[in-house]
T-cell receptor, first 112, second 110 residues
Framework: NAGVTQTPKFRILKIGQSMTLQCAQD?????MYWYRQDPGMGLKLIYY???????DKGEVPNGYNVSRSTTEDFPLRLELAAPSQTSVYFC???????????FGPGTRLTVT | RKEVEQDPGPFNVPEGATVAFNCTYS??????FFWYRQDCRKEPKLLMS???SGNEDGRFTAQLNRASQYISLLIRDSKLSDSATYLC???????????FGSGTKLNVKP
């Protein structure tokens, strides 16, 4: 099992560009999450999904969009990238809402 | 007030020492509590869940105090390999949303 995979591992964007961060899991988990982690800080929830077709906002959703068309995939879209979106982005999944979350290796994004 | 607060440390301890971390949370309705471990530039991984009755896993003991709204992690007989950042995680009013503390850094020295 690959677990949770994320692509790309690293990316540099110019201000105003857009991109999609990919996340996939092969554990048949219903719940999936996107977090961002700024240096020396904890993780902040951007968006989450409790199943295909269902998404909801987390703490810091502004500037991001998500979709969940399949159980396996949960892409995160950045529109009009800003320097404040420079961060490490982690995708996670869990079987149910209160269960252990499994994290992907992260995407390190720099916006200049 | 932050949902979850932790002492950032660092805690610098010698091998074999016992070290304890606390974490306070603001939502009295929270139901799920976890400690995650995060190595430098890596993803967080679950260390242990925290149950109302407390739980122990080898050298690690986690406890929950609902009255004072804090959870604790005790590490006995510290090893060099325990050096990491320990993240406290609690769910909010919406039980699907989780709040992470900013982490407590532990350095175990030879």
């Amino acid at each position: 099992n690959a677990g949770v995979t994320q692509t790309p591992k690293f990316r540099i964007l110019k201000i105003g560009q857009s991109m999609t961060l990919q996340c996939a899991q092969d554990m048949n988990h219903n719940y999936m999450y996107w977090y961002r982690q700024d240096p020396g800080m904890g993780l902040k929830l951007i968006y989450y999904s409790v199943g295909a077709g269902i998404t909801d906002k987390g703490e810091v959703p502004n500037g991001y969009n998500v979709s969940r068309s399949t159980t396996e995939d949960f892409p995160l879209r950045l529109e009009l990238a800003a320097p404040s979106q420079t961060s490490v982005y982690f995708c996670a999944s869990s079987l149910q809402g209160s269960y252990e979350q499994y994290f992907g290796p992260g995407t390190r994004l720099t916006v200049t | 007030r932050k949902e979850v607060e932790q002492d950032p440390g660092p805690f610098n301890v010698p091998e074999g020492a016992t070290v304890a971390f606390n974490c306070t949370y603001s939502n009295s309705a929270s139901q799920s509590f976890f400690w995650y471990r995060q190595d430098c530039r890596k993803e967080p991984k679950l260390l242990m869940s925290v149950y109302s009755s407390g739980n122990e896993d080898g050298r690690f003991t986690a406890q929950l105090n609902r009255a004072s709204q804090y959870i604790s992690l005790l590490i006995r007989d510290s090893k060099l390999s325990d050096s990491a950042t320990y993240l406290c995680v609690v769910n909010g009013y919406n039980f699907n949303k989780f709040y992470f503390g900013s982490g407590t850094k532990l350095n175990v020295k030879p």
